[in-house]
């Protein structure tokens, strides 16, 4: 049978989440798990260069976080925090809002920190809110002035108010298109030093985007897999950066997606490729693919990754990845995530990494 979402079910203590970045990025631990006979081994992420192959194309999504977690005040005084998710035209935003429970269409709210007004324009359900911006301005300019790193909500410590440290740590060293509200968190835990260690060896880095979303926080609440809605990113796979995944194809090399974001694109880049083609084409758009077992993946050989919450539809990708089949690999990634909670692995955005291979 099929897994079920119980089937990605499983108990982490509370104090395997980690609640800060370590001080250095490539410290982090890396387990590494070996897809055929489902063998780990216990490393750092400064390893990383000579565990991959000197002909391995690296593939990075180089989305940036913008700092999408502002407060408002209504004119009775009142706090409400806000969530940037999308800007849906000039001046329009699509948001969510904590605490607005007794705010009406039409009500204008003060931005705090910035000097434009917000205008609640339409109620979306589920505390989602379409609201207009006066002066009509960018959304990633507003954001910047009076916005904060929108961390997990996992991530809970009486600091969290202090925002400098987290708008460089929840945000990849590479970083460069802004427009996620959630960090790719695998890339995290690269430096300047690990990318030329992979240059010394041969291994190519290549960048595609994928704008991160609030889904990929959210847990699978159907039973069964194929009912599940899944949350749509916007991604952009350029010309150049597709002809060089084609090049890899045709000469035997191995695409390492440094992710699950850049799976998600590669995946379903590669599923609208025409029969006797080229895998890869020059893409943009929305993606709601939704690779679970027995998911086919006909673009990516290996993948780093963190390791995800319980009954996310990042953790069932990546049981998906580990093995074919009907169920997947989902025994090895759930005997490889009890391995990780016995040995002290740091869970979640801020902590340690997997690859996968």
């Known amino acids: 049978m099929p897994p079920a979402t119980d089937d990605f079910d499983f108990d982490l203590p509370q104090s395997l989440i980690a609640q800060h970045p370590l001080d250095s990025r490539d410290a982090s631990r890396l387990m590494v798990l070996r897809r055929a006979t489902g063998e780990v081994a216990h490393r750092t992420f400064s390893d990383l260069p000579h565990l991959l192959r000197p002909d391995d194309l690296l593939v990075i999504n180089d989305t940036r976080v913008i700092p999408a977690r502002f407060f408002c005040r209504r004119a009775t005084g009142g706090k409400i925090e806000g969530l940037f998710t999308r800007e849906t035209a000039p001046g329009q935003w699509d948001v969510m809002l904590k605490g607005a429970g007794r705010c009406t269409v039409g009500e204008r709210l003060e931005l705090i920190g910035d000097d434009v007004e917000l205008t609640l324009a339409a109620k979306l359900g589920e505390g989602c809110w379409r609201i207009t911006i006066e002066p009509a301005c960018p959304a990633v300019d507003v954001l910047d002035r009076a916005g904060r790193t929108p961390l997990p909500p996992y991530i809970r410590r009486p600091d969290a108010s202090n925002d400098t440290d987290d708008r460089q740590r929840y945000q ?186």
């Open 172 to 357: 990849t060293v590479y970083a460069d298109q802004p427009g996620a509200v959630a960090a790719p968190t695998a890339g995290l835990h690269f430096t300047q030093a690990v990318f030329d260690a992979l240059a010394a060896r041969g291994v190519e880095t290549l960048t595609l985007t994928l704008h991160v979303g609030l889904g990929t926080f959210l847990p699978v609440k159907v039973g069964r897999l194929a009912d599940h809605q899944m949350h749509a990113e916007w991604y952009e796979l350029s010309a150049a950066a597709a002809e060089r995944l084609n090049a890899a194809r045709r000469q035997g090399r191995r695409i390492v997606a440094v992710g699950t974001t850049s799976v998600r694109v590669l995946e379903t880049v590669a599923r609208d490729a025409p029969a006797g083609g080229d895998l890869f084409g020059p893409a943009s758009g929305w993606t709601d693919i939704f690779l679970y077992p027995p998911a086919e993946f006909r673009a990516t050989d290996a993948l780093i990754t963190n390791f995800h919450l319980p009954r996310s539809t990042l953790v069932m990708l990546v049981a998906a990845f580990c093995a074919p089949g009907e169920t997947g690999g989902t025994q090895m990634i759930l005997n490889a995530y009890a391995q990780a909670v016995r040995q002290g692995y740091r869970f979640f955005s801020y902590g340690d990494a997997m690859l996968v291979d």
